[in-house]
DNA sequence: CCGAGCTTGTGAAATTCTTCACAAGTCCTC
DNA sequence: GAGGACTTGTGAAGAATTTCACAAGCTCGG
């Protein structure tokens, strides 16, 4: 639909942070945005805004800013958010279950179609109107209901060993909730969430921020 | 103890990578790690390990590597995991509860003083081990017990509200789960975890992925 | 219909981050 | 104790990202 370079993860992230800022406009009754308010709400700048914007077309008005329940159907598009995503929960853990039963996951066109667990005592239960599934149908349930995306959500030790037979079953997206790097083809798109590294960065930042600054 | 300049954020969560990885080689018996077999693991190359090395000192041998046991707790140094570190939780729904009862986290040293929440049927419940405080007992509690660090979980609306609570509380550093970009004073550190963001993302990528890769 | 006041879209400059490439140091074998 | 095989640490080059700055375009009031 457009030429497509490559556009940085850096940017597709401060877009998904646009789309959220519009939503909340909009629901405010807001009719129009500026690239320096919206940069305000979202913590980013004027002219960064413009130019993520100006990477998939000409949004805006001169003079005038955004209209903003435009600009939000055209972040929904260039997101992919026009249509429903099925994704599979591995792990019906802690993490799994609060995941599963998340509704801004739904909200947004993220159907859980199944969560997969290989704990006996598990399997069958039933988690925020999903049931859990067996670990070991996952291939042939894929074949079946071809699901874009996996959210991982077991141990670190088993998550290298899950993500493979992830891939074998042809799921090509997975969003990594373990501590541990994964290693995936080059084909398959991971991402990772890695709530320890973002505490450490806290650490770092507190035990750093003092000696940077200049006392006041 | 040493010159700070100033590290950018992507350095330090690398560190942390790092840091899991030298001490999942040191379960293995591990001794020694070059930059390259570090890299591998981690999912980076070594010139990136080298240089990320090289702003903090000069750690490794040349011919030889690094020493497995001495990097890791030069990094636990660096990034400040020597020590305990006091956290409230803020919220005990899906969320909070699953946090407050993550064994990670105890691990390296963050520990959890206290799960807020300011609905009265769960304050004085206990979830693993921990007790649920009234919300309204924040600053009392703060001011006497005096924590670090402050873990979000609460609904995106009141988020903002809550963040602004906790930094009258006095405390200077956020982890953030709402989806909500919060805004603080500069002094305050924010890091947020955002996965709704990191599925769109996946979108993004599943999206555009075909589109840019010539077929083969 | 004009001019003042805004605000976008975008090349170019500045800055930040990553990769390269190699001198220098260590180890091991013979 | 000399030479070959490795591997670090780091300036310099290169790539990517962000910021600047301004021409061009829209709006509105009179
Ligand atoms: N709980 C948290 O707050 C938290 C925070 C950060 C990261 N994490 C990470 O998220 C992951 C899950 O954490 P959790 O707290 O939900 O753990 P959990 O132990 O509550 O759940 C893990 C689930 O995975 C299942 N499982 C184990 N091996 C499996 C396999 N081979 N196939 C299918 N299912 C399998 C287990 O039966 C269990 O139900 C871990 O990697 C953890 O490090 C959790
Ligand atoms: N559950 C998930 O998997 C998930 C995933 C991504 C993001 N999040 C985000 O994490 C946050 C929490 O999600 P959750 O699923 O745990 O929600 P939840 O509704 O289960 O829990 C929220 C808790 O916060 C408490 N709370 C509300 N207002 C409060 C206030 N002013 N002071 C103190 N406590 C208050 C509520 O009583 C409730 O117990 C939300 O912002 C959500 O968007 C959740």
Do not use: C
């Not at 490559?6 to 405010?28: F, G, K, N």
């Not at 009754?29 to 979202?42: Q, V």
């Not at 070991?136 to 060993?161: H, K, N």
């Amino acid at each position: 639909m457009h030429a497509d370079k490559p556009i940085a993860e850096s940017t597709v992230r401060r877009l998904s942070l646009y789309l959220r800022v519009l939503e909340h406009a909009m629901e405010r009754g807001i009719r129009t945005i500026s690239s320096e308010e919206l940069a305000d709400e979202g913590g980013t700048t004027s002219a960064q805004v413009r130019k993520d914007l100006s990477f998939f077309g000409s949004f805006g008005t001169r003079g005038r800013g955004y209209h903003v329940a435009e600009l939000v159907s055209e972040l929904q598009r260039i997101l992919g958010l026009g249509r429903e995503w099925r994704v599979y929960i591995i792990g019906a853990g802690k993490i799994g279950a609060a995941l599963a039963s998340y509704h801004g996951f739904v909200q947004r066109g993220f159907t859980v179609l199944g969560i997969y667990d290989n704990d006996p005592r598990l399997v069958g239960t039933i988690v925020d109107g999903v049931t859990v599934r067996d670990f070991a149908t996952l291939a042939d349930d894929a074949r079946r209901e071809s699901p874009e995306i996996v959210v991982l959500a077991v141990p670190g030790e088993v998550a290298q060993a899950v993500a493979e037979r992830v891939v074998a079953a042809g799921i090509h997206a997975i969003l990594n909730f373990a501590p541990v790097p994964l290693h995936v083809p080059a084909h398959i798109t991971v991402r990772s969430v890695n709530m320890a590294l973002e505490l450490e960065g806290l650490a770092y930042a507190i035990v750093h921020r003092d000696s940077v600054t200049p006392a006041a």
